[in-house]
């Protein structure tokens, strides 16, 4: 990829570091402007619910003037008379400037893609992609520690089946002199595959179990999900494995940031709430920014 | 082909052989030929026979067929380093080597059970070939699964 104008975001596998920081960039200098996208029309289709995802990106096009169209889960649609993916994105292109697309299925954003003859923004396919939440990972960061350079990025809990961290740890290998902690349970442990195809040779990196924090300028923590278990009996042997409380945090560089994908479900203290360090709500804020910029770039350039 | 081997199992008027087969591969390659049961030409097969170049292969003639672009690169898949003779009158008017190409479309299955190739949808399998460390590997187009040739499954 080398212009956003009119270009899709399926994966952060498509962008390189010139890419991600002209989001950044543009991100961190974009204000809400109701004349800048009016008479655009986002598509907003969401096939599984989402609720941050869309009311985020319904947000920034709302910010810039535009306006948006959609469903979120598929009751009461003709996805549930049987309309196959390939028809609603024929119909909607028809409607829209852009889609914004959440997939239960692996791929289907790609799909979504090569089929619609408008830009296709992947908000989520299954387990594989979710680029705009990578870059608002990465925006936050940046924000905060005031580079991407030289950082120590700690990344806890589930990073079997977290697909933030996978993608985020792919995104910090364009950038010089990270070094990753991969802080999680052996059960959750990051797949070899990524370590081997996407890290390996590319980004400094270590594995361990112990919830060593005292020298990191980022702790991203994850959620450890049901969902994502083949049973029932893995999750509670592993569940709570590694909880941020304010015993851990007193480890933590002054100037270092907790961040989170939200939402979180007991891994993170409340009370740590009220330390400096904590960001993540911060990090759910930018997504907006985040949004607007990409919504912003791909219609506009 | 080397003499030797020639001596060993007999020649075809016209048709194709498919010469240094990964050892023990034929019976895969006279499935993609779509030989079975029933079949009306001539085949020979050849199993763990002495190869100069790979210790053992395998090989396989068959009478009367020639074999189009999406055999080819099945055979590629689970062989790379497969030859392919044309023959014309008892001789090799054509040698190839098989090539693995960089977009495989409709031929492997992708393993991810959650792949919208896999799904009602009715999307043909797209797979993108890599180079990697240990060897070549495919990517799945859509889902981006990443498949060791080894592994593969064929449609």
Same mark, same amino acid.
């Given at each position: 990829?080398?212009?956003?104008?009119?270009?899709?975001?399926?994966?952060?596998?498509?962008?390189?570091?010139?890419?991600?920081?002209?989001?950044?960039?543009?991100?961190?200098?974009?204000?809400?402007?109701?004349?800048?996208?009016?008479?655009?029309?986002?598509?907003?289709?969401?096939?599984?619910?989402?609720?941050?995802?869309?009311?985020?990106?319904?947000?920034?096009?709302?910010?810039? !003037?535009?306006?948006?169209?959609?469903?979120?889960?598929?009751?009461?649609?003709?996805?549930?008379?049987?309309?196959?993916?390939?028809?609603?994105?024929?119909?909607?292109?028809?409607?829209?400037?852009?889609?914004?697309?959440?997939? &239960?299925?692996?791929?289907?954003?790609?799909?979504?893609?090569?089929?619609?003859?408008?830009?296709?923004?992947?908000?989520?396919?299954?387990?594989?992609?979710?680029?705009?939440?990578?870059?608002?990972?990465?925006?936050?960061?940046?924000?905060?520690?005031?580079?991407?350079?030289?950082?120590?990025? !700690?990344?806890?809990?589930?990073?079997?089946?977290?697909?933030?961290?996978?993608?985020?740890?792919?995104?910090?290998?364009?950038?010089?002199?990270?070094?990753?902690?991969?802080?999680?349970?052996?059960?959750?442990?990051?797949?070899?595959?990524?370590?081997?195809?996407?890290?390996?040779?590319?980004?400094?990196?270590?594995?361990?179990?112990?919830?060593?924090?005292?020298?990191?300028?980022?702790?991203?923590?994850?959620?450890?999900?049901?969902?994502?278990?083949?049973?029932?009996?893995?999750?509670?042997?592993?569940?709570?494995?590694?909880?941020?409380?304010?015993?851990?945090?007193?480890?933590?560089?002054?100037?270092?940031?907790?961040?989170?994908?939200?939402?979180?479900? !007991?891994?993170?203290?409340?009370?740590?709430?009220?330390?400096?360090?904590?960001?993540?709500?911060?990090?759910?804020?930018?997504?907006? &920014?985040?949004?607007?910029?990409?919504?912003?770039?791909?219609?506009?350039? | 082909?080397?003499? =030797?081997?020639?001596? =060993?199992?007999?020649?075809?008027?016209?048709?194709?052989?498919?010469?240094?087969?990964?050892?023990?591969?034929? +019976?895969?390659?006279?499935?993609?030929?779509?030989?079975?049961?029933?079949? +009306?030409?001539?085949?020979?097969?050849?199993?763990?026979?002495?190869?100069?170049?790979?210790?053992?292969?395998?090989?396989?003639?068959?009478?009367?067929?020639?074999?189009?672009?999406? =055999?080819?690169?099945?055979?590629?898949?689970?062989?790379?380093?497969?030859?392919? #003779?044309?023959?014309?009158?008892?001789?090799?008017?054509?040698?190839?080597?098989?090539?693995?190409?960089?977009?495989?479309?409709?031929?492997? =299955?992708?393993?991810?059970? #959650?792949?919208?190739? #896999?799904? +009602?949808?009715?999307?043909?399998?797209?797979?993108?070939?890599?180079?990697?460390?240990?060897?070549?590997?495919?990517?799945?187009?859509?889902?981006?699964?990443?498949?060791?040739?080894?592994?593969?499954?064929?449609?």
């Amino acid at each position: 990829m080398t212009a956003w104008r009119g270009a899709d975001l399926i994966s952060i596998r498509d962008l390189g570091r010139e890419e991600i920081e002209k989001v950044l960039d543009r991100a961190q200098t974009i204000r809400p402007d109701s004349s800048l996208l009016r008479g655009r029309v986002m598509a907003s289709l969401f096939f599984e619910p989402s609720t941050r995802t869309q009311l985020s990106f319904a947000t920034a096009m709302e910010r810039l !003037g535009g306006s948006v169209i959609g469903f979120s889960g598929v009751e009461g649609t003709s996805i549930q008379k049987g309309e196959s993916l390939y028809d609603t994105i024929k119909m909607v292109e028809r409607y829209a400037d852009v889609i914004v697309i959440r997939h &239960p299925l692996e791929g289907s954003a790609r799909f979504a893609a090569d089929v619609a003859q408008i830009p296709v923004i992947n908000a989520g396919d299954g387990a594989n992609q979710h680029p705009s939440q990578t870059l608002l990972d990465l925006f936050t960061i940046r924000r905060f520690c005031g580079r991407l350079d030289g950082l120590s990025i !700690g990344m806890v809990g589930d990073l079997k089946y977290g697909r933030t961290v996978h993608s985020l740890a792919t995104a910090l290998t364009h950038f010089e002199g990270v070094k990753l902690r991969l802080i999680s349970p052996p059960l959750l442990r990051m797949p070899p595959r990524i370590l081997e195809e996407e890290l390996r040779g590319k980004i400094e990196f270590e594995e361990t179990e112990e919830l060593e924090l005292s020298d990191l300028d980022v702790v991203y923590m994850t959620r450890i999900q049901r969902e994502r278990f083949p049973d029932v009996e893995e999750y509670e042997r592993v569940k709570g494995a590694y909880i941020l409380d304010l015993e851990a945090c007193r480890q933590l560089k002054p100037e270092a940031i907790i961040l989170h994908p939200l939402p979180r479900v !007991g891994e993170i203290d409340p009370e740590v709430d009220r330390l400096p360090q904590a960001k993540y709500f911060e990090q759910a804020a930018s997504g907006v &920014p985040v949004r607007m910029a990409l919504l912003s770039l791909i219609l506009l350039g | 082909m080397e003499e =030797k081997e020639e001596l =060993k199992v007999s020649k075809i008027a016209e048709g194709t052989v498919i010469d240094h087969i990964r050892a023990g591969r034929a +019976p895969l390659v006279l499935k993609i030929l779509g030989i079975e049961a029933g079949f +009306p030409d001539s085949v020979i097969v050849a199993m763990n026979v002495r190869s100069t170049r790979y210790g053992k292969k395998d090989i396989v003639k068959v009478e009367g067929q020639f074999l189009d672009e999406e =055999k080819i690169n099945k055979i590629a898949l689970i062989s790379p380093q497969a030859t392919i #003779n044309i023959i014309r009158s008892y001789k090799v008017v054509k040698k190839d080597q098989v090539e693995l190409p960089k977009r495989l479309v409709g031929i492997v =299955k992708c393993p991810n059970r #959650n792949c919208i190739t #896999n799904s +009602p949808e009715g999307v043909e399998t797209i797979f993108h070939t890599e180079a990697s460390a240990g060897g070549p590997r495919l990517r799945c187009h859509y889902c981006e699964e990443s498949v060791e040739l080894a592994e593969v499954e064929l449609l």
